[in-house]
């Protein structure tokens, strides 16, 4: 009974969270996916350096994660919502 209210209230409190944050959480895992070092111009290289124009989001091809609110569109955060 109590695990049932809680897994509710996850559940309530996912609807209840602003484009804006679910963008957030688009962003940081698609970050978390990426398997190397840069996957973002603000990210820091293993060197401590700034990323910048090396980072994936950067270079054409391969890897494309999403760094910023503009790269996730509507439609990925209605998926989003829908599978969480």
């Given at each position: 009974?109590?695990?049932a209210a809680l897994l509710a209230g996850s559940a309530d409190s996912k609807?209840?969270?602003s484009d804006a944050q679910v963008?957030?959480?688009i962003i940081k895992a698609s970050i978390s996916n990426y398997p190397g070092n840069?996957?973002?111009p603000y990210?820091?290289?293993s060197?401590?350096?700034r990323c910048g124009r090396r980072s994936a989001w950067d270079r054409a091809g391969g890897y494309a994660p999403m760094c910023y609110a503009?790269?996730?569109t509507k439609t990925d955060v209605r998926i989003w919502r829908t599978s969480h």
């Amino acid at each position: 009974m109590i695990a049932a209210a809680l897994l509710a209230g996850s559940a309530d409190s996912k609807a209840r969270l602003s484009d804006a944050q679910v963008r957030q959480r688009i962003i940081k895992a698609s970050i978390s996916n990426y398997p190397g070092n840069c996957p973002c111009p603000y990210n820091t290289a293993s060197n401590g350096s700034r990323c910048g124009r090396r980072s994936a989001w950067d270079r054409a091809g391969g890897y494309a994660p999403m760094c910023y609110a503009s790269d996730v569109t509507k439609t990925d955060v209605r998926i989003w919502r829908t599978s969480h």
